[in-house]
């Protein structure tokens, strides 16, 4: 499965949001049968890092000029 984009507007972050759609993210991959997450994230965007990395996704690869400002990393998991 691949995160596109997970974007929750500044005025609800914090309030469990999007733990809720990893949660059910994860839980309609295994229904799939597919077991591997992938994302790309801003190198400078620390807090989705973090966000992420709770889990389980790891850095695998910074991939440079992703965005047209600055360069990305390329999470991945398991389900």
Request: aromatic residues 10%; charged residues 20%.
């Given at each position: 499965?691949?995160?596109?984009?997970?974007?929750?507007?500044?005025?609800?972050?914090?309030?469990?949001?999007?733990?809720?759609?990893?949660?059910?993210?994860?839980?309609?991959?295994?229904?799939?049968?597919?077991?591997?997450?992938?994302?790309?994230?801003?190198?400078?965007?620390?807090?989705?890092?973090?966000?992420?990395?709770r889990f389980g996704l790891k850095i695998q690869q910074t991939i440079a000029n992703y965005y047209?400002?600055?360069?990305?990393?390329?999470?991945?998991?398991?389900?």
């Amino acid at each position: 499965m691949r995160i596109v984009a997970l974007v929750i507007e500044e005025q609800y972050q914090g309030q469990g949001l999007g733990t809720k759609m990893i949660d059910e993210l994860f839980s309609i991959s295994r229904e799939l049968g597919k077991n591997t997450i992938q994302l790309e994230v801003r190198v400078s965007n620390i807090r989705a890092q973090n966000f992420y990395q709770r889990f389980g996704l790891k850095i695998q690869q910074t991939i440079a000029n992703y965005y047209a400002d600055e360069d990305g990393y390329m999470m991945v998991g398991t389900v």
